[in-house]
Every structure is written in structure tokens, then in C-alpha cells.
């Protein structure tokens, strides 16, 4: 089976939704996926953020093997251990007492907490303009992407966007009659978008004031991405109501969670909310390899090293179609002089490397948080060819 072949085939049979992709990858180990026609990549994307340990991680695959042979799902009419583990683990990650409830994804996280957020008895919500939260109605209602949302009007909810990273647009906007403000730390899928210093600091201090609950999306930016175990956890004082994660949790395997704290964490009452797969023992027992894994090895020190090795390394080169590298840790968008970022996107695949272009002025860069420095230096020198490639083919 080719490429070629591949891409016919889920033209015919799946959904136009994505568009049809072209490239089928077939295998992977470690930070590299091959494709159907034999061709090795370093995979820069991996997964959209999901990869953490890379591909065929021998952790993941033991723990979700010896899983599925003994009990591979029980729903959530009885309890089985790993979902009690992990929701353990990842409160004591927190440092914090809390409950955590299971999903399957970032959007039902994030749904989750729009229902608790309807539980405080206030309507009024607060997102930020070109916010990414998933693609349920709920999760949808609190986007603001209207390319995203505009199709599917009316969607549920009061809610204001204001512009991300402006305090007093906050101020003005979160009220007593709010009941959630949802912020992403770093916004990820809008470009790798870092809000200036002492936003989410604000964001906290407003909540408190008005008696709203602050959630923060951490589908993108949690379970070390960005060099912490969570980003909000940079930010001194900065301790939310609500988090939601998905993406690298589950190491590849599907897997939502939205953490509660304080009394946000008792909203919800029984036979309000569920979902038959939340909690899988499958997914939850691949999470908790994906957290010991990264404890285990001091991942997250690695990342923060690596993530500024890229960004010297990106600026460091000189090159007139690189404006400055943002992002923290190893969720960076290299910004571009010119929207040539689909370009470089193109230019990076037949170089062996795979990026992400969520805007056409941005390139995406979120590696496996396993990689070294061979990777790093395979990445970094690749990319002046890469860089040099994109320009050219934009006439100038
Ligand atoms: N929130 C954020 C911050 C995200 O980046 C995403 C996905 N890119 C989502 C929510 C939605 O997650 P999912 O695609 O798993 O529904």
C-alpha cells in the first residue's frame, strides 16, 4: 500500500471533514514515523501534542498490554484501579486535593466543565478570541475561532470573548454573574500564542474577586509540554478551579480529564454527567506509564534545555524568513517575516522533517518530550535548507 493508494482510499470512505491528508504513515519508533512508500521522518508534530514518550515507548506498550489482558474495560458501574491511580497521581502532580473526573477527549474535558460551570446557578461565561477548546457545542460555544464556530450557530451558552492577554478587557467583561472564565495558558492551536506576564496572575485575582470559577486549558500545554507538569504551575499563585487535560495524558491513547478543586470539585452531582468510556482502564493505565515515565527520567528538565536549544538554535540562525521563536518548553511556533508557513510546512516534509502550520504565519513545533540532542541537531540542521526552500518558492 503507497501513499497514493492510502489517500484514495479514505477519500472514498471517510468524511471530507479534514480535508484528505496525503501523507500515510504506517509505523514509528521513538521521534521517527515511516510512511507507506518506506520514507523515514523526525516527527516535530507528533500526534498534535500527544506523542509525550514518541512512538512504540516500550512503557506505553507494556502497560497497556498487560492491561487489556486482565481487564480492558468495566464502565463506570464498578470501579477499577487504574482510573483511581492516576486521578491520584495527577492531584499529587498537582500538589493539590481535588477530584478528577474522566473523558475520552480534550472537547469532553472541557464539556465537563462548561456543565459544572452551569452548576454555580450564574449563565454568563468568559472566553477569549481566538481561544481553541474542541469541537462539541459546548467546548465550541467557549472557541473563539468564528471559522470554527459560525456554521454550527446557534451555539449553548452567554458567553463574551475578549481579546487574549488584555486585562482590562477581563475586568470589564467577568462579573458576578459569571460563572467560568476559561483562558488557555499558552493559546496552542491559534499559533503558539504566549500572553504577556502576569495574565493568568490577573485572571486568578479577578475570579476570586467576582466568585467565578477559573478554568485553565491545559489539553495542549499540560503533562510537561512546556517544561512543568503543568504551565499554569510557571506562574507563581496562579491556582485554578478547574483544569482540563487530554493530548499527552494517555501517550496516544484517547483520554480526557477535568480536574476539579476547592468546592468546584463537588458540583457535580450523581447522574449529572458521564460517559461509558471515561476512566478506561486501558487509557488510564497508559497515563499513569506516560507520568512515571517522565518522573522516572527527569523528562521535564530536558524539555525546558532542549525547547531553548531550539529556540537559540531557530533565531540563532539569521534567516530572513524567521522573525523570533515563542512558546515554552516543547510547544514553540517559529514566526514567520511572511505567511509562508504551509510552504515551509511542505519544504520540512522533503526534507525527512514533519511540522505543523496552525497559521500562516506560524510554524508548530511539538516534539515527543523524549527527544535529545541528536534530534535537536538533526532538526536544527535541516532547517536553513528548509527555510531556504519555503522562500524561494514564494517568487522572492
Ligand atoms: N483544548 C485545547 C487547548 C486544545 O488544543 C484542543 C485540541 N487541539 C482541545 C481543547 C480539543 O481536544 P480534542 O481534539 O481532543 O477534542
Excluded at 72 to 96: C, D, K, M, T, Y
Excluded at 155 to 181: C, I, N, S, W
Excluded at 244 to 256: D, R
Excluded at 323 to 331: P, Q, Y
Aim: aromatic share 4%.
Amino acid at each position: 500500500m503507497t501513499n497514493a493508494e492510502l489517500s484514495h482510499r479514505w477519500k472514498t470512505a471517510l468524511m471530507d471533514n479534514y480535508g484528505t491528508p496525503k501523507l500515510s504513515l504506517v509505523s514509528g519508533s521513538g521521534a521517527y514515523v515511516q510512511d507507506a512508500d518506506g520514507t523515514r521522518y523526525l516527527d516535530f508534530v507528533g500526534g498534535i501534542a500527544v506523542n509525550a514518550l514518541g512512538h512504540a515507548h516500550p512503557a506505553v506498550v507494556e502497560a497497556v498490554s498487560t492491561q487489556i489482558a486482565s481487564l480492558g474495560h468495566v464502565s463506570n458501574l464498578f470501579i477499577a484501579e487504574p482510573p483511581v491511580a492516576l486521578a491520584e497521581r495527577l492531584l499529587q502532580l498537582f500538589g493539590r486535593t481535588g477530584k478528577v473526573f474522566f473523558s475520552n477527549s480534550g472537547a469532553e474535558a472541557v464539556e465537563a466543565a462548561f456543565k459544572i460551570g452551569r452548576l454555580t446557578g450564574r449563565g454568563h461565561m468568559v472566553a477569549t478570541d481566538g481561544g481553541f477548546h474542541g469541537r462539541t457545542m459546548g467546548a465550541l460555544a467557549l472557541t473563539g475561532q468564528p471559522t470554527k464556530r459560525d456554521p454550527f450557530l446557534p451555539l449553548p451558552g452567554d458567553v463574551t470573548h475578549v481579546p487574549y492577554g488584555d486585562v482590562e478587557a477581563l475586568r470589564a467583561a467577568v462579573t458576578t454573574d459569571t460563572a467560568l472564565l476559561i483562558i488557555e495558558p499558552i493559546q496552542g492551536e491559534n499559533g503558539v500564542v504566549v500572553p504577556p506576564k502576569g495574565y493568568l496572575e490577573a485572571a486568578r485575582e479577578i475570579t476570586r474577586a467576582t466568585g467565578t470559577l477559573l478554568v485553565l486549558d491545559e489539553v495542549q500545554t499540560g503533562i510537561g509540554r512546556c517544561g512543568t507538569w503543568f504551565e499554569h504551575q510557571a506562574h507563581q499563585g496562579v491556582e485554578p478551579d478547574l483544569v482540563t487535560l487530554a493530548k499527552g495524558l494517555g501517550g496516544g491513547l484517547p483520554i480526557g480529564a477535568t480536574v476539579a478543586f476547592g468546592a468546584a470539585a463537588d458540583l457535580l452531582e450523581p447522574g449529572q454527567h458521564g460517559t461509558t468510556f471515561g476512566g478506561n482502564p486501558i487509557a488510564c493505565a497508559a497515563g499513569l506509564a506516560v507520568l512515571d515515565t517522565l518522573a522516572a527520567n527527569g523528562a521535564l528538565d530536558n524539555v525546558k534545555r532542549l525547547g531553548e536549544r531550539i529556540r537559540e538554535g531557530v533565531e540563532g540562525l539569521g534567516h530572513p524568513l524567521v522573525s523570533h521563536v515563542r512558546g515554552s518548553g516543547l510547544l514553540l511556533g517559529i514566526v514567520l517575516t511572511e505567511p509562508l508557513a504551509p510552504q515551509v510546512q511542505q519544504a520540512a516534509q522533503g526534507a525527512g522533517l514533519l511540522v505543523n502550520a496552525p497559521a500562516p504565519d506560524v510554524v508548530r513545533l511539538m516534539p515527543p518530550l523524549i527527544i535529545g540532542d541528536a534530534e535537536v541537531d538533526t532538526f536544527l540542521q535541516a532547517l536553513p535548507g528548509v527555510l531556504d526552500a519555503a522562500h524561494g518558492r514564494s517568487g522572492k
